[in-house]
């Protein structure tokens, strides 16, 4: 029995030795990154690690995760003014063929790329991530010839993909605004005829499931970003600026897109903060800050005589300052179809003209013809909208069709001071009908009671 135990502490004791004397150690092991979830999106870009070294014998792989396409690895410059365009295809193409992979932009480049279009499908969980600063071509004199000058950067049937990053899109708009046939930029503040096209800085179409997020864009020669056709989409924590009187940049503009969420951002620019077209549904829209801005729109619409339709848009807790609009649905004469289920809810206004306002008359000049066919407005709410306005107009206004007349639109603690100056106590209402909950500041009492359209009636101008 001795003999077995001394055996036995002998087995112990050189066991512990070879473990003692190996040079052998643990290693970490990091998980890709995952595909996003889409119910909870995260709002802030991920923290990638700095890239390596690209290898000389991968040039595509611009770090160890083979899923970082670095645009640096494949060619891009980054100076400011080098065309960088080639380089972005290439690491657009060879990201879109990989399942979650990043194209990454890094930061501390300027990249110039001139219009382009990143088209799919692509594999799912693609990101774009943007750390620099990207920027189109300064100007129509340096716009290629062959170009479209309608649009720049365009994403085409993409789905489940994340525009990201912590850059900056420059938009370089400056000389745009500047065309004589842009508003007010002829002589003696005239407008000149003639084509006067200029490009959307973003455009996503014909796509889905899409997360927007975390970019500065900024200065664009029109719309700054526009989805047309597209369904599924988070836009958060952006923030868009061009000057007051950048003419027609519109902040977002949602078009033929369904079930959209814009949240949490800050926009500031020349024409409507965010605008939304004919063809969407189930938009919402909250803690957004306008101005200056021509507010938040819903149209215009009906335009040549079309059909438009738009319904369940909601808009809350939003701040909108120094615009000429607050909350507005614009429509033109001659048009069909419906705008129904607008909601706009805990609104503060601040110095704002037409804070609430509904314009079945919209029109570029005064030369418009009267129509008797009409976009139906209808269910339309505006509840605990409060602040300031500037009294050069009234602050609210309902101008609605002859022949058509507005439906169900229901005020509740609407409160609404001049912010200098004194009270406009004139609200101006036309064929409106709705209800009052509470009373309002100022009075209101030329909406109509009752439901002037039957049931019949109302189901011609159905979607």
């Known amino acids: 029995m001795e003999l077995i135990h001394g055996l036995f502490f002998i087995w112990v004791a050189v066991t512990i030795f070879i473990l003692n004397s190996s040079n052998v150690e643990g290693r970490t092991h990091f998980h890709k990154k995952q595909k996003s979830n889409k119910e909870n999106p995260v709002s802030q870009p991920p923290p990638y690690p700095p890239a390596n070294p690209p290898d000389q014998n991968d040039p595509g792989n611009s770090s160890s995760d083979p899923c970082i396409f670095d645009v640096t690895s494949f060619g891009a410059v980054g100076d400011g003014s080098t065309d960088d365009t080639d380089a972005f295809r290439s690491a657009w193409k060879a990201a879109c063929a990989v399942e979650s992979a990043v194209l990454l932009a890094p930061s501390d480049y300027s990249f110039t790329i001139t219009s382009t279009i990143?088209?799919?499908?692509?594999?799912?969980?693609?990101?774009?991530?943007?750390?620099?600063?990207?920027?189109?071509?300064?100007?129509?004199?340096?716009?290629?010839?062959?170009?479209?000058?309608k649009q720049w950067l365009v994403f085409y049937r993409i789905d489940d993909m994340t525009f990201t990053g912590s850059g900056t899109i420059e938009g370089n708009g400056e000389k745009w605004w500047e065309l004589p046939c842009k508003p007010h930029r002829g002589p003696q503040g005239t407008t000149l005829p003639g084509p006067c096209d200029s490009p959307a800085l973003i455009r996503f179409f014909m796509s889905s499931n899409l997360v927007v997020s975390g970019l500065r864009i900024q200065n664009s020669p029109?719309?700054?970003?526009?989805?047309?056709?597209?369904?599924?989409?988070?836009i958060e924590e952006l923030s868009i600026s061009s000057p007051k009187l950048s003419p027609n940049t519109d902040g977002i503009h949602l078009e033929n897109t369904?079930?959209?969420?814009?949240?949490?951002?800050?926009?500031?620019?020349?024409?409507?903060?965010?605008?939304?077209?004919?063809?969407?549904?189930?938009?919402?829209?909250?803690?957004?800050?306008?101005?200056p801005s021509h507010g938040i729109s819903i149209g215009s619409l009906g335009v040549h005589n079309s059909q438009a339709c738009v319904s369940n848009i909601a808009v809350r807790n939003a701040f909108i300052k120094d615009s000429d609009n607050g909350v507005r649905i614009k429509t033109w004469q001659g048009g069909t179809g419906s705008v129904t289920g607008i909601a706009f809810e805990n609104?503060?206004?601040?110095n704002v003209r037409n804070c609430?306002?509904?314009?079945?008359?919209y029109c570029f000049s005064k030369g418009c013809r009267n129509q008797t066919s009409a976009v139906f407005v209808t269910d339309v709410s505006f509840r605990n909208i409060k602040g300031t306005y500037d009294v050069r107009s009234p602050p609210m206004h309902f101008a609605c069709s002859d022949t058509v007349p507005c439906t169900n639109i229901t005020l509740s603690e609407?409160?609404?001071?001049?912010?200098?100056?004194?009270?406009?106590?004139?609200?101006?209402?036309?064929?409106?009908?709705?209800t009052l909950e509470t009373l309002s500041i100022p009075p209101i009492t030329c909406l109509q009671d009752g439901e002037p359209l039957s049931y019949s009636e109302r189901s011609i101008y159905d979607c």
């Open 222 to 234: 029109q719309i700054h970003m526009k989805f047309d056709g597209c369904e599924g989409v988070l």
């Open 258 to 291: 369904k079930s959209v969420g814009i949240y949490n951002s800050m926009i500031a620019n020349g024409d409507d903060c965010v605008s939304i077209g004919t063809g969407c549904s189930n938009v919402d829209i909250e803690n957004v800050t306008c101005g």
């Open 414 to 434: 609407v409160e609404l001071l001049p912010a200098e100056g004194e009270m406009v106590d004139d609200p101006f209402c036309w064929n409106a009908y709705g």
């Open 347 to 350: 609104i503060q206004m601040d």
């Open 356 to 361: 609430i306002i509904i314009d079945q008359y």
């Open 118 to 149: 990143f088209s799919g499908p692509c594999n799912p969980g693609l990101v774009f991530q943007l750390d620099g600063v990207l920027m189109p071509p300064d100007g129509p004199d340096c716009w290629p010839k062959g170009d479209s000058n």
